[in-house]
C-alpha cells in the first residue's frame, strides 16, 4: 500500500453491544482504517457526521436500522449492516433510497463469516446436482429464532436453484410421522433446528444422490468469526455504489 | 471349541426376505451353527419341528410375528427376532407364555448391528450427566416411518436416564420457530428425522453441556452389519432362558 | 429430445470388471445410449470397431489402458477413462495423439463420483480464504495406496490456488510429534488416511480461519455412485474435442 | 444440603494461569466451596496452610507440581491436579507417599470436560466388539505436542482392552504410503493429530466392524467445559482417599 493512502475513517452504530464492540477492537486494530465514532443507544447520530465518517457498520436492532442507514444515505456515508431483519420490502426500500444518491454503496449481510458464505454459495451451486438435500442448523440453546437467518436464506436459494433445473420435490416416502420428525419447509427444502449446550453456530447443507452424498458445514466457534467478513466489506464498499446483498459478490 | 459340540440347529422364518436371506447365508457359513429349515409365506412352520430345529431366527412382519413366536414357545424352541412393532403390551404376553415354558430363551432387539447397541448403551449413560441432548436419524428416502425404532428407543431410554437424574426438560429459549424445526418430542427428547438419497441408516445422539458437547454415531452401511448380532444372539439364546430386550445384556 | 436422434453407441473396455461390469448395466439401461461392445481381456478391441462404436468407456488397468486409448484415437472412437495412474506424462502422449486426430474427444477423470468432483472444485475455490486446511480421507482396510488419489489431486488443486493468493505455509506450532501424527505432506497441505472396517470411500477437506472452520465431506457408499458421472462424460464426450481432465468442465 | 454443612474449603495453585484464574471464579461461584488461598509463581504455599484450605487444585507446570503435590499430603491437604506430565513412574512416587498419609485423598486427571472422560471410558468398553479403530485429534495450531495427551491415554485405553479380549492388529492392506499419511502409532493403534485455525480441542475415535462404524466425539469449545470436572474432583476427593487416576471412577 502506498504511504500517501489516508485510512478509512469509520464509524460504529451499536458500538456497546456484543458485535459492535467487537468491530470497534477490529476497526481499530486495523492499519489502514480509523475508527473515528461510536454511537449506541442515547447518542445521536451527528457524531457519525461531525467526525467525518466515510464508512458507518450498524450492528443494531431491527427497530432502528432503517432509520440509521436512511440518514447515512442521505449523508453520502457508506453503510455495512448487520443487523438482522432486512425482508425484501426493506430492501426495496434502501434501493429507492439509493436511486437519489448514485454515489453511496450499502452491504447488507445475514452473516459476515467468509465460510458461511461460501456454504451458502457452494450450496447454490451443488443444489441441480443431487435429487435430496436437507439443512441442519445447531445453535445455542438461548437463540429465540428456529431456523436461524442463515439456514433460510441457504433453504431459498437452493430451492431456486432446483426450479431453476427443473428438479421437483425431495423424495421422502414418509407415512407415518411423529409431528415434526422430518422437520420445518423453507421452500419445499426440510429445515432442521439442533439447540444444545455448547454449540455456539454450525450448520450442514446434507446433498443425496446416487450411493453418494455431499455434507458441507460450517462452524462459526465465536465471534471474532465475523471480524474478516466486515473489514472485507468496509474496505469493498467505498468503491461499490448501490446495495450489494450477502457477501458473496465482494469475494470475486 | 471342542471337537465333540454338535452344531446348534438353526431354522430362519422369513427367509426369502432381504434379511432373512442374509441371516440364512450367515447361519450356513458358521461352523458352530446348522441352517436346518427355510421358511417363508406360504410354508408351513411343522418344517422347523420336522428339522429338529433349536434356535429359530425370525425376521417376518409384525402381522405374523406373534403366532410364530407363541408356536416357537410352545413347541420349546428358542427365539431370536428382529421383527419390528413390538410395543410393550406384545412384549408383556411373550413373557406370560414364556412363564408356562421356563426352559426356553426368547431374544427381541430393535436392532442387530453392535454399534448401534453400543450407541443406545452409552446415550443411556451419559444422559444425566448434560443439560442438552437431540437425537438426529438419517435415512433413505424409501424408508415408511419417522422416526426409526431405534431413535423412538434411544430417547426412551435416555428420558428415563435424565428422570432418575432428577434433570428436567432440556433448555430451549425458542419464541419463533417454523413449524416442525425443532423436530418431534419423545418424552421430551427433541428427535429429528434426514431422509436422503444415498444414505442407509445412521443415527447421532448429541449431549450439550458447558462449552462441550459429546456426540454418538451409528452408521450402518449395509445389512451385513446387523449379521454378528444375530450370530451373538443365536449363540446365547439356548443358555439364556426367559425373554431378552434388546442385545445390550449379551454384550456382557 | 426429438425422436430422430439415434441412440449414441457405447463400447466397454474392461467389461467383466467391477466398473466395468456396472457401466455396462448403466449404459443399457439408459435409453439414449446403446451397448453395443463389451470386451475384456483377451478378447480384441476389433470388436469395438466392427460394433461401429462411436464411444469407448475404459476401466481396464494401468498396463493396458494406453494401448487402448491410442486405438480409439487412431479410429477415431471417442473415449471416457476412469483407469487410474494417468500421470502428467501420460495425458502429454494423450494430447499429442488427439493432435492429430483433432476431431476425437477423451475424457480422463480420477472421480466420477459428482459429489467428489463438486468437492474438489468447492476446495479449490475455498483456499484461498483460509490460513489453514487439512485433508482426510477415509477407506476400506483393503485399499492398497494411501493417500487416494483423489485426495493427493484434491491437495494439489489446493496447494496451486494458495500459492496465486499468496498464501505461505499452513500455521503449525508442533514441537514435539509422534512420528507420523502429523500426516503426509502433499505440496504443504497434511494429508491423513484413515483405513476401517465399515467404510468405502469418504473425503473431508477442513478449511480454518479466525474462530471458524468450513467442512467439505464426501461419501461414496456404493460404486453406483459413479455412474451418473460416466453418463454424463459418455453424453459429452461426442461434443467436445480434445482432452479433458476431471469432470469439472463439463458440470457448466 | 443440610444448613449445618461448612464449605469445603479450598486454595488455588497456579491461580495467575488461564486454568487456575477459571478454577478460582468457579470455585468462588459454588456454595458449597470457599475460595480461601490464591497461590502462584513466587508465593509460598504456606498461604494456603494459614488458610485453613482442605482441598488444593493444582494447575501449575510440570516442573513444580511435584514439590507442590508432596508438600500437600505431608500437610494432609487433599489434591486435585491437572497439571500435565504424570508419566507412571510419578504416579507411582504420589502412591508411595499416600502410603504415609492414608488419610489423604489425591486426584490426578488429564481432562476435566466430562464429555471427554465419557469418550475414554465409551472406547474402552467399545474396543473389543470391532476389528478397526483409529483415533483423530483436532487442536488449534498452537499447540505443541502432537497427539495430545488425551488422545494417547485414549489409544492407551483402547490398546489395553484389545489385548484383554485377543485381538490382533487393525486390518490395513497399505502397500504404497506417503511418509506420515497413515498416521503415528500408540501400542499399534493408529493416531491422526489436525491442527487448525478456528479449532479449540477436538476429539474422534472411529470403530468399525463389517458394514458399519461407531463414532464418538467430543468438542470442547472453551476452558469452561473443564469447570464442572474440576468441581466434581474437589468435592469427591475429600470422601476418597489414595491415588485416583482419571475422573471415571469418580462418575460412579
Known amino acids: 500500500m502506498s504511504e500517501e493512502r489516508e485510512p478509512v475513517r469509520v ?15 477490529t476497526v481499530d486494530a486495523a492499519d489502514d482504517l480509523e475508527l473515528v465514532a461510536m454511537v449506541d443507544d442515547g ?3 451527528f457524531a ?8 458507518v457498520v450498524d450492528f443494531t436492532t431491527p427497530d432502528v436500522v432503517m432509520d440509521n442507514l436512511h440518514w447515512c ?16 420490502a426493506r430492501l426495496d426500500r434502501v434501493e429507492a433510497w439509493l436511486r437519489n444518491r448514485p454515489e453511496v454503496g450499502v452491504v447488507v449481510a445475514p452473516n459476515f463469516a467468509l465460510g458461511a458464505v461460501l456454504m451458502m454459495e457452494f450450496a447454490q451451486r451443488a443444489a441441480r446436482y443431487f435429487e435430496s438435500v436437507e439443512v441442519i442448523e445447531l445453535h445455542h440453546p438461548k437463540k429465540l429464532d428456529a431456523p436461524s437467518g442463515t ?11 432446483r426450479e431453476a433445473a427443473g428438479l421437483g420435490d425431495v423424495p421422502d416416502a414418509t407415512k407415518d410421522e411423529l409431528e415434526g420428525a422430518r422437520g420445518g419447509r423453507v421452500r419445499g427444502i426440510p429445515v432442521h433446528s439442533i439447540r444444545s449446550a455448547g454449540l455456539v453456530a454450525h450448520q450442514e447443507v446434507l446433498f443425496g444422490g446416487v450411493g453418494e452424498t455431499l455434507t458441507l458445514r460450517h462452524d462459526s466457534l465465536d465471534r471474532s468469526s465475523f471480524m474478516p467478513g466486515v473489514l472485507l466489506a468496509v474496505r469493498a464498499v467505498t468503491g461499490r455504489p448501490g446495495l450489494t446483498v450477502g457477501l458473496g459478490p465482494l469475494l470475486g
Chains 1, 2, 3, 4 share one sequence.
Open 11 to 25: 464509524g460504529v452504530l451499536g458500538a456497546r453491544g456484543r458485535m459492535g464492540a467487537e468491530v470497534c477492537r
Open 43 to 45: 447518542d445521536g447520530l
Open 48 to 55: 457519525v457526521q461531525d467526525a467525518g465518517a466515510e464508512v
Open 73 to 88: 444515505v442521505e449523508q453520502g456515508i457508506h453503510a455495512v449492516v448487520g443487523t438482522s431483519g432486512f425482508t425484501p
Open 151 to 161: 439456514a433460510l436464506r441457504t433453504a431459498e436459494l437452493i430451492a431456486e436453484a
